[in-house]
């Protein structure tokens, strides 16, 4: 084997978490597009995506779910920044990062070893860190890997254009920067030499930093206040607002298991026993005793206000 093709295998080894299946740009009449190229990702395909100017893309979960690879894609005009805004906070907590120019915005990148991680560990990290450098979520700041675990066994998730890869639009090769913008790489070999592991343990660590926001509340109101009609009352109040404010269920929010407040239980429900839909639009109990079962259809916000003698003015 060759100087460049050992380099290349290095390459692989660093920057792709899945080997088996890779994401070639091709060209087409509309302009080109990236497939799913169930075929390994290899030194020369990677050395053919360098010589063709036509780059390739790794996906970022392996079979199993884990991956040794995070990474940031920030499509914003100020995505650059940003991006090195994150990194630094990550080269601070002892998981080296590098920022990668694009056509607009950047990307960053994380190597970790010496083991791979599950997915949804990778992406709460990612989230922790974002959060620890005061960047708000926002869709055009998209986590690599894109997804918490593979859909199946046949799935693949999201893919990422590998670094210093050109661009598929522009041709345009990107650079490795450090944090603060200090270049450190614009070939293979470079980024091999500078780039530097993040500890499995450390990044670990920092999923358990990350904190959900609160959910944003409806604000109480007097049931009398609550519109006209079933239906205008289904549309207008959750199943959430309902339990909190008339069944005094203090931490029910859409898409959680609650205790249920009915007395059909006999006693406190020791085991949340209500399941609120994730569109806040209905809620079952799993006891078949229970009016709020309803003979396994549940219970819409208009129906748990009847029964808790609240609807107010509906008619």
Known sequence: MTAIA????????????????????????????????????????????????????????????????????????????????????????????????????????????????????????????LQEAGIEPDPKIELRPGQDRLSGPDGVGTALRMPLMPHQKTGVKGVLMAPGGRIVAEKMHEALEAVETAPTATFAAWAERWAPPEPILSPARDPGDRPRGIDRFNADVGVSEVLRDDWHVANALPGKSVSCPSPDHGGPDRHPSCRILADDRRLFCHNPGCGFHNAGRGRDAYDLAKMAGTVGRVT
């Open 6 to 129: 050992d380099v290349a295998d290095l390459y692989v080894a660093t920057f792709a978490a899945r080997h088996d299946v890779c994401s070639p740009w091709i060209e087409t009449p509309e302009g080109g597009q990236w497939i799913c190229a169930r075929e390994p990702l290899t030194a020369d395909v990677v050395l053919a995506a360098f010589r063709s100017g036509r780059p390739v893309a790794t996906y970022m979960l392996d079979a199993d779910s884990t991956t040794q690879l995070a990474a940031l894609d920030i499509d914003l005009e100020d995505g650059l920044m940003l991006a090195d805004r994150v990194a630094r906070v990550m080269t601070k907590a002892g998981c080296p990062a590098y920022v990668e120019t694009s056509r607009r915005g950047g990307h960053l990148w994380c190597s970790i070893g010496p083991f791979a991680l599950p997915g949804i560990v990778v992406r709460r990290a990612l989230r922790a860190f």
